[in-house]
């Protein structure tokens, strides 16, 4: 039996101590991990507790990411609660195995806290791993500080083991920025958490030994595309009880959350879309360019998986110009929110906004106000001459030869 | 729980963990094998295994061959993901949210998922001390994906990446030593075993079963379609593996102590081995007769070398 762990009202936690007390609370059977930073914390911080007597579980310190999510999904398979965090490279490693992992249908729940990809070698924030994980089959929660990243943990469990939903969760949080940023945190005491999450009760556990269960069976032709259409199906229809876990977590605690999260926007007529940290950093500056008589708002999103395509539209259908920022090199296209997002304003609006998009952030680097007040004088522009002032797509705060592409 | 097979009458009733419906090649040894290891078992045994021939043909959804708990992940994590297994019944039945008895927890692989793509994940394995089997069906060939080298395979064999031709005999490169490596890890059982020794392959299963830790079997699979032999053929061209002492049956406890389990009253020559199987028969040809000397050598030095050390006990 684990030991109580007495909290404060209000804890100073960063992103991954945040996000190992929600592991620590939600009382994991097994956690699999191999460290990498700037994720490290979130599994030391686990083996602190486990060896300190506030957790009853098994931390399986494996040789490699991959081996991490195998064991993490034999685990799964077993029957109880499973988790692991990861970053980057390791998350890149990793891949292979969460196909399995959504394909089977085992909802474990991974701290993906946000690394760029080599080369070159680089150990900071940016968006590279999340959009690496786009097409592999889980759900995408993001998280934008530490008190999220902490809230955000305790409902990707509910949420994941929710049978209507069968799915593992990605639960993002941008490296250091938010990671090894230390903020107020307000903490669920441990009994209410456990009670929010509930206990977990594993279908067709592999330790039951009245009804032997074959795990990770071939398909071809014959059976592996309704297998597909299946996990897409559930996945596209996930968002009603990711809703429903926002409600309850709303009741709970107060802190409302929205699959798709309005800033500003009653009449605004310039939009930034993004994600992560710079939400927070986009809504100070879209305050601060209202000064200026320019009607700034923000859009971000908490699900990049399943991807909320009406309620981006609902959010977008007034605007003029729209901006979507994406931290991750766009490789040879435009970037994947201008893509996604785009397609959704255009499918789904009677009006035709000005869409541009904005690659910043790459490997770490700064993604300032100036930055920000830029994009929105950028868009300003678009907005009163209806038509595209700049290039569709700009880098911005990269040094050098201004790059830029239509 | 293990039990001691005592006969083949009895082999022959127990085997009703692995269904007969599946789709190995007929003469395949993999089905001997998972027979033998699943009716030394009594009670809950749990089964990670990687992708390959085994896999292939007897998991193909909507269907199984399996009446006990099996995972399969990928070609290279079936011990990992026994591992995973093993790491949750361990903190269930500490909360006791698992009260049955304890299972026996077996990965199996072949040799590509071995010696090769797998080996690193294995080899974690072990250093953490997992209370877990490995078994590998050594069919010495990637024969899911039809007949490429491995790390097993042995040299001279004419493999579909090693092919012999006008200037080469095959595959140049020796058999990695595996059960070396495995006995290094600090395993507290290893042993090669062979199907058509099934009483002394029944005593070892057993004894790695019946061993806390992680243990290590490497079975000898004799494989129709790729060393080419008729498929009635099965339990001869093993019997000449071990006979030859190509295949020496033996094992190794602690990391040291080395027993040889069977001694060929009469040790046969390697060629009439090799003669025996279509991947070897270039080697008959004068120009590349040396590969058969250079492979009587080996097996030579290396039955010296166990034998030396059974003596030593080191």
Redesign the interface.
Known sequence: MALKYELSKVEVWDGNMAASHALRQAQVDVVAAYPITPSTPIVQNYGKFLSDGYIDGEFVMVESEHAAMSACVGAGAAGGRVATATSSQGFALMVEVLYQASGMRIPLVLNLVNRALAAPLNVNGDHSDMYLSRDTGWISLCAYNPQEAYDFNLMAFKIAEDLRVRIPVIVNQDGFICSHTAQNVAPLSDEEAYEFIGEYKQKNAMLDFSKPITYGAQAEEDWHFEHKAQLHHDLMNSHVVIEEVFDLFAKKTGRKYNIVEKYDMDDAEVVIVALGTTVETARVAAKKIREEGIKAGVVSLRTLRPFPYKLVAEALKDVKAIAMLDRSSPAGAMGMLFNEVGVAVLQNSTKKPILSNYIYGLGGRDMTQENLLQIYRDLDANAKANKLTHPTQQFIGLRGKKMAFN | MTKEIKNLKQFSRAAEKFEGANLLCPGCAHGMIIREILNAVDG?I?I?NSTGCI??ST????Y?S?????????F??GS??????E??????S??Q??T?DK?KFVAFGGDGSTYDIGF??I??CF??GHDLTYVCFDNEVYANTGGQRSGSTPIGSSTSTTPAGRVSYGKKDKKKDMLAIMAAHGSPYVAQVAPNKWKDMNKKIKQALDTEGPTFINALSACTTEWRFDCNNTVDIMDLAVDSLVFPLYEIIDGHELNITYRPKNIIPVRDYLGAQGRFKHLFKPENEHIIEQFQKDVDKKWEMLQRREEARV
């Open positions: 809950h749990v990670g896999e292939v998991a193909v959804y909507p199984t399996w009446d006990v708990p099996w995972i399969h992940i990928g290279e994590n990992t993901a026994v591992a995973g297994v790491a949750m019944y361990k903190a269930l500490r909360k949210k698992y049955g299972p690193q994940w080899s974690g250093e953490r």
